[in-house]
T-cell receptor, first 114, second 114 residues
Framework: EDQVTQSPEALRLQEGESSSLNCSYT??????LFWYRQDPGKGPEFLFT???AGEEKEKERLKATLTKKESFLHITAPKPEDSATYLC???????????????FGRGTSLIVHP | DAGVTQSPTHLIKTRGQQVTLRCSPISGHKSVSWYQQVLGQGPQFIFQ???????GRGNFPDRFSARQFPNYSSELNVNALLLGDSALYLC?????????????FGSGTQLSVL
C-alpha cells in the first residue's frame, strides 16, 4: 500500500531562517509527486508537480526537489505569510497497481515568526 | 473565473442524521473528487467521479455515497452520521482523472456531528 510520511509535523522558524520540509514515500511506479499549501479553514492550493528523480521546481521562496525515495520543500528566507500547512501527495499509475488517485501525507505545519 | 465552490460552508448535525454536501467544479472540469480531512491529518480520498460515473472509491463505509450530475456538479451524501464523521469535507476538480492531473480544491464544508 502506498505510504507518504512527512516530517517534521510542525516547524517554527524566525523570519529569514531557511529550512526544509521532508516527504518520504513508498510507492511503485511513481507518476507524480505533488506539493500543496493549505491555509487554516481553506482547501489545499497546488504548488508543484515533480515527475522524476533529479527534478527541481521553484516558485518565489520555495524550491521542491525529488529523489527516488523522498522530496524536499526548501524554504529560503521565509516570511510570516509563508505560514501554512504544506501537504505532499503521491500518485501511482494503474500499470503498477495504482489508480492515479493521489495519496496525501499528514502535512507539516509551518509557522514563521516576524 | 470562479474556482471550485462548495456549500454549505459549515454544518452542524446530530448523530443518526443524514447530510448532503454540494460541489460545483471549475468550468470545463469534468472530474470531481471528494476528500475527508480530520483536524491534523491529510485529506483522505472518498470518491472520484468522471463523466457521471464513479471511477474510484476510498476505504469508507456504505453510509457514504455520491453522484455527479450532467453539468458535472456533485453531491456527497452521508447517512446515519457518527461523531467520527466530524471533519472538513473537501471537493476537488480536474480536467480529467489521469496521470499528473493537479487538483483544484474548494474551501470545504466543515461538518460537526454532535
Amino acid at each position: 500500500e502506498d505510504q507518504v510520511t512527512q516530517s517534521p509535523e510542525a516547524l517554527r522558524l524566525q523570519e529569514g531562517e531557511s529550512s526544509s520540509l521532508n516527504c518520504s514515500y513508498t510507492v511503485s511506479g511513481l507518476r507524480g509527486l505533488f506539493w500543496y499549501r493549505q491555509d487554516p479553514g481553506k482547501g489545499p492550493e497546488f504548488l508543484f508537480t515533480l515527475y522524476s528523480a533529479g527534478e527541481e521546481k521553484e516558485k518565489e521562496r520555495l524550491k521542491a526537489t525529488l529523489t527516488k525515495k523522498e522530496s524536499f520543500l526548501h524554504i529560503t528566507a521565509p516570511k510570516p505569510e509563508d505560514s501554512a500547512t504544506y501537504l505532499c501527495a503521491v500518485q501511482a499509475g494503474p500499470e503498477t497497481g495504482g489508480s492515479y488517485i493521489p495519496t496525501f501525507g499528514r502535512g507539516t505545519s509551518l509557522i514563521v515568526h516576524p | 473565473d470562479a474556482g471550485v465552490t462548495q456549500s454549505p460552508t459549515h454544518l452542524i448535525k446530530t448523530r443518526g442524521q443524514q447530510v448532503t454536501l454540494r460541489c460545483s467544479p471549475i468550468s470545463g472540469h469534468k472530474s470531481v473528487s471528494w476528500y475527508q480531512q480530520v483536524l491534523g491529518q491529510g485529506p483522505q480520498f472518498i470518491f472520484q467521479y468522471y463523466e457521471k460515473e464513479e471511477r474510484g472509491r476510498g476505504n469508507f463505509p456504505d453510509r457514504f455515497s455520491a453522484r455527479q450530475f450532467p453539468n458535472y456538479s456533485s453531491e456527497l451524501n452521508v447517512n446515519a452520521l457518527l461523531l467520527g464523521d466530524s471533519a472538513l469535507y473537501l471537493c476537488a476538480s480536474s480536467l480529467f482523472p489521469g496521470a499528473n492531473e493537479k487538483l483544484f480544491f474548494g474551501s470545504g464544508t466543515q461538518l460537526s456531528v454532535l
